[in-house]
T-cell receptor, first 108, second 115 residues
Framework: GEDVEQSLFLSVREGDSSVINCTYT??????LYWYKQEPGAGLQLLTY?????DMKQDQRLTVLLNKKDKHLSLRIADTQTGDSAIYFC????????FGAGTTVTVRA | DTEVTQTPKHLVMGMTNKKSLKCEQH?????MYWYKQKAKKPPELMFV???????INESVPSRFSPECPNSSLLNLHLHALQPEDSALYLC??????????????FGPGTRLTVL
């Protein structure tokens, strides 16, 4: 995970938007990924973006990709208590390399 | 069925024990993975099986021994583990190791404690 960096914690009020940021190093990655891990569970692929796209929207999720700065972000609109989890960004060369994970806490 | 199942959910073992972790998928996936995840850390890849053959071993100590009896099953045999091996062990599968998207489906994990 040392090649993929994320902020570690985010606290957000229910109903607000959450933005999770990530920087990566492997510019040859075809796809970049966001995985979600709820407490006591495995990882779930939340969304992904193809490397030649700038933005992808999927219901409440918006992924922004800035290839020049190697910066990836995930915006969750109308954050709910069920969104409390750890979010990992990841890149793939011969394996998935995960960032350290951002723990998102949603408060009422 | 998009589920990866793992057994047992929890395992406590002594340093002299031999135990096995099991993983199963019925999605027709041809790549299967073992990851180790320590608390508050991201998963770290241990092994990759591609078409039932070991294709990647990330320099894992020999006290961990993977086995892929068929395309649906993946085992991880444990012997003479150390307390620092205590972690969540995650299994995953994908359609193929070099599939374009490489979407990996994860099981819920086995929480291993080594005493």
């Amino acid at each position: 995970g040392e090649d993929v960096e994320q902020s570690l914690f985010l606290s957000v009020r229910e109903g607000d938007s959450s933005v999770i940021n990530c920087t990566y190093t492997d510019s040859s990655s075809t796809y970049l990924y966001w995985y979600k891990q709820e407490p006591g569970a495995g990882l779930q692929l939340l969304t992904y973006i193809f490397s030649n796209m700038d933005m992808k929207q999927d219901q409440r999720l918006t992924v922004l990709l800035n290839k020049k700065d190697k910066h990836l972000s995930l915006r969750i609109a109308d954050t709910q208590t069920g969104d409390s989890a750890i979010y990992f960004c990841a890149e793939f060369d011969y394996k998935l390399s995960f960032g350290a994970g951002t723990t998102v806490t949603v408060r009422a | 069925d998009t589920e990866v199942t793992q057994t047992p959910k929890h395992l406590v073992m002594g340093m002299t024990n031999k135990k096995s972790l099991k993983c199963e998928q019925h999605m027709g996936h041809r790549a299967m993975y073992w990851y180790k995840q320590k608390a508050k850390k991201p998963p770290e890849l241990m092994f990759v099986y591609s078409y039932e053959k070991l294709s990647i071993n990330e320099s894992v100590p020999s006290r961990f021994s993977p086995e892929c009896p068929n395309s649906s099953l993946l085992n991880l045999h444990l012997h003479a583990l150390q307390p620092e091996d205590s972690a969540l062990y995650l299994c995953a599968s994908s359609s193929g190791p070099l599939a374009d998207l490489n979407e990996q489906f994860f099981g819920p994990g086995t929480r291993l404690t080594v005493l």
